[in-house]
């Protein structure tokens, strides 16, 4: 097993951690490393304590190891919140412009005298600290170079001079501390948010609707900054129930369209999500977790929306619901969800959470490996928007398309689209949205829908962003496989209940309070889970920890 | 002229029928005069207003309480192409979904929303809206609403509306010119219809002495605009604002 190093950098919200996080786990990814960045940080604009993490190593790592190497400080409050996660033989690298401390593994990095030096802006001295551990890395300063390149196009050259004083000045005065040497080419460094915004972009998004919420915002940010690039449009909305019925319209005249949120925002769109499901117009809705009920922990993770995403709107519609774990499965997942929701006209819900979304990794994608599918678009004779077929899917027309009238309707409804109340059109109209059903598991039989990892008599569940310190911590482990539900609706109750009826010991893992999906499978399977490791403390599953907790189980 | 297989169930005497017969006419004479039929597209909310959706032969989009203009927007980004007219009642625009209207307003997205204004919630059978004056006794309010109303059209003139109209829906030649003017306005458009409710709020008398028509306004000055739309002793109905603006889905 390849080591796994960690760069914790740690400062007050507004001190510029999240960039020199990027920048190091840039630079690590320039040399072929595996990363991933953990980016920690409570809701305030200035002040507080924010911390990137970034691990890397040279075989894959699928989530965030706290056991830190390298500690760079930019405020004293740092060191203390994070001594306990320091290795032996660590190194803090401080800010010695700030604060002074006295201590053997510890290296003052005066970066106002580099500022100074450098004849740079105040606001480029956080690169002091990326020129400082390059060399402590062992890294030669061509890799860094590139690297500001990459993160800060036309604006990398100040970074670079500053960065190369502190360079100087550390090979000055101490030894390298590791030998890192490029050991492959570069992958793609993106958060689940980006990978989300890709995988929609691939498959065929034209329209993004969202008002901000933590952590979905990034989302709209990086799409409204590719909004021109990637021909689509981007719109902020008054607020929730206006995105999602600006989405309903917009799907409705034939554009594919994507909303995100999180819980709270979700909330306000579960009318208009009903809407979608009984006027059958397919729209996508991301769902970024993070811990409620209500306001509950903005900035941090959680898996507690499951329960209620598979029942969200009111009244009974059929759904397709999918929860990406990792940011590869991000991006091929938020195509499929996209193409999918159109090729059976059901609303759609992707569950990202915090952990996913904010988190960074780098990866290989695929563009070619994505699932598309065709809508079932009317061709000729008479239009009925809500003709009964046998797969319970109606040929699509859109407003504007000569010789068509095109009625949709939140009303129950004939196929035509006009308002019944007569109870056995109502029970044939709601038998006909649910036909799809059967449709859409035999097309979800052709996806992967659960992931299997390893073999072994026992298992270990789990769904989400937990998968990564599943992962990790299962590294160390013998005679488990890990099974991951990706498609939570409809259920793939066959292919989860063939995996885990012959185990001896089947472990649920997942980020809430009452193990929602142990209960969703026992519900789908009778298959009982009572080992559950349940985390409701906001923050997401520490390997180390989890891997402690396992053992004593399996 | 435009007729769907759905059978009409409005009461006998329904202000919703003088709507009815101008967006109809209103219609039928843009599409004489070039419009594609194809591209209209109706929309509506929930209340007795909603039904008006099934009755005409067009696109139509039957959406929920309040929620009609995003929809309409939704729309727009779509396709541009789109002629969209929405409907809700008092209590859809005014009370459960006024938040959409002043946004749609501030944008000046390129819709036009007819608002089938009765002063009461009918459907649920009689309570006071944001319309419904001070004292009026509902089944909510049996002892008399104890809110002052609102006069929609000066918050829409707030907001930024392009073009605010005042119809009534026993005047169906003026209320049909109302819509085509406000269909061929670029931007948002907003009709506030006064609509008797024969069932809850039987206002026919009563405004058939006070509803008189704007002639020669100048329909370029706000706050000449304002205190028309306050005018409580005669009630004035035509167009008190129309300016021209950049419409919101050009900048896409």
Redesign the interface.
């Known amino acids: 097993m390849a080591s796994i190093h960690t760069v914790t950098v740690g400062g007050k919200a507004g001190q510029g951690v999240k960039a020199l996080g990027e920048v190091i786990g840039e630079l690590l990814n320039e040399l072929g490393y595996y990363v991933f960045i953990l980016d920690d940080y409570p809701s305030l604009i200035t002040g507080g304590h924010n911390f990137n993490r970034i691990s890397f190593s040279e075989e894959e790592i699928h989530c965030s190891h706290k056991e830190t190497d390298i500690l760079i400080a930019l405020d004293e409050n740092t060191i203390e919140k994070h001594r306990k996660d320091l290795k032996d033989g660590y190194f803090i690298l401080y800010d010695s412009s700030e604060f002074k401390i006295e201590e053997k593994n510890a290296i003052g990095i005066p970066s106002e005298e580099f500022v100074e030096k450098a004849n740079v802006a105040q606001r480029m001295r956080n690169s002091s600290f990326a020129g400082a551990l390059c060399y402590l890395l062992g890294i030669n300063f061509e890799f860094l170079e590139k690297t500001f390149g990459v993160v800060f196009g036309d604006k990398a050259e100040p970074n670079i001079k500053i960065a190369k004083v502190a360079y100087d000045f550390t090979k000055e005065n101490y030894r390298p501390l590791l030998n890192i040497k490029k050991i492959g080419e570069r992958r793609k460094l993106i958060t689940g948010n980006i990978a989300i915004a890709e995988g929609l972009v691939a498959g065929g998004l034209?329209?993004y609707?969202a008002y901000p919420m933590t952590p979905s915002t990034s989302i709209l940010h990086y799409l409204a900054s590719k909004a021109k690039e990637y021909k689509i449009?981007v719109?902020q909305?008054?607020?929730e129930?206006?995105?999602i019925?600006?989405?309903?319209?917009?799907?409705?005249?034939?554009?594919k369209?994507a909303v995100g949120t999180s819980g709270g925002g979700f909330d306000l769109m579960q009318?208009?999500f009903s809407?979608a499901g009984m006027?059958e117009n397919p729209v996508v809705a991301i769902e970024s977790q993070r811990p409620g009920p209500s306001t509950g922990v903005p900035t941090y993770t959680s898996q507690a929306d499951l329960n209620y995403l598979l029942n969200a709107g009111h009244g009974e519609f059929p759904r397709i619901i999918v929860a990406p774990g990792t940011q590869e499965q991000a991006f091929y997942k938020a195509a499929e969800i996209l193409n999918l929701v159109w090729k059976f006209q059901v609303p759609g819900i992707l569950i990202s959470d915090k952990n996913l979304s904010e988190s960074w990794k780098n990866v290989s994608l695929n563009e070619n490996k994505i699932y598309k599918a065709k809508p079932k678009l009317f061709t000729n004779g008479e239009y009925k928007r809500y003709k009964f077929e046998e797969d319970g899917v109606s040929p699509l027309a859109?407003?504007?398309?000569?010789?068509?009238?095109?009625?949709?309707?939140?009303?129950e409804?004939d196929e035509?689209?006009?308002?019944t109340e007569e109870p056995e059109k109502i029970a044939k109209m709601q038998e006909k949205r649910f036909a799809k059903l059967k449709y859409i598991e035999k097309e979800l039989e052709n996806l992967e829908t659960v992931k299997i990892y390893g073999e072994g008599e026992n298992a270990i569940v789990t769904w989400g962003s937990s998968i990564g310190a599943v992962l990790e911590a299962a590294k160390k482990l013998n005679n488990v496989k890990i099974v991951q539900v990706l498609y939570l609706s409809p259920f793939p109750k066959k292919k989860i209940a063939q995996e885990l009826k012959e185990c001896k010991n089947v472990v649920g893992v997942e980020a809430n309070f009452l193990g929602q999906l142990c209960d969703l499978i026992f519900a789908n399977t009778g298959i009982e889970i009572n080992k559950r490791i349940l985390k409701y403390d906001s923050r997401e599953f520490a390997p180390c920890e989890l891997y402690l907790k396992l053992k004593e189980i399996i | 002229m435009l007729e769907t297989r759905a059978s009409i169930t409005w009461c006998p005497g329904c202000g919703n029928f003088g709507i009815l017969n101008a967006v109809k006419k209103a219609i039928s004479e843009l599409i004489k005069e070039g419009e594609k039929k194809e591209n209209f597209v109706i929309a509506s909310g929930i209340g007795c207003h909603a039904k008006i959706v099934d009755y005409i032969d067009v696109n139509s989009f039957y959406g929920i309480h309040g929620r009609v203009p995003p929809a309409l927007t939704g729309m727009k980004l779509a396709n541009k192409n789109l002629k969209v007219i929405g409907f809700a009642g008092d209590g859809d625009a005014y009370a459960e979904g006024i938040e959409h209207l002043i946004h749609s307003a501030k944008r000046n997205t390129d819709i036009t929303m007819i608002i089938h204004n009765n002063g009461v919630f009918a459907l649920t059978t009689g309570q006071f809206t944001p319309t419904s004056p001070k004292g009026f006794k509902g089944k909510s309010t049996p002892s008399g609403n104890i809110e002052e109303p609102i006069n929609p059209l000066k918050i829409m003139l707030a907001s930024g509306a392009t073009f605010v109209a005042r119809g009534y829906a026993a005047r169906v030649e003026h209320l049909k010119k109302l819509i085509k003017e406000a269909v061929k306005h670029r931007g948002f458009a907003i009709i506030d219809v006064l609509q008797p409710c024969v069932a809850f709020n039987n206002t026919y008398q009563i405004l058939n002495q006070k509803v008189y028509e704007l002639e020669n306004f100048d329909t370029k000055n706000l706050e000449e605009a304002m205190r028309k739309v306050e005018e409580k002793d005669r009630i004035p109905i035509g167009i008190f604002y129309q300016i021209e603006k950049e419409v919101f889905e050009d900048y896409f």
């Open positions: 034209e329209v609707i449009k719109v909305p008054e607020n129930i206006a995105v019925n600006m989405a309903v319209g917009c799907a409705y005249a034939g554009k369209v009318e208009g809407l006027s859109f407003p504007g398309t000569k010789g068509v009238v095109v009625k949709s309707s939140s009303y409804h035509y689209g006009i308002t």
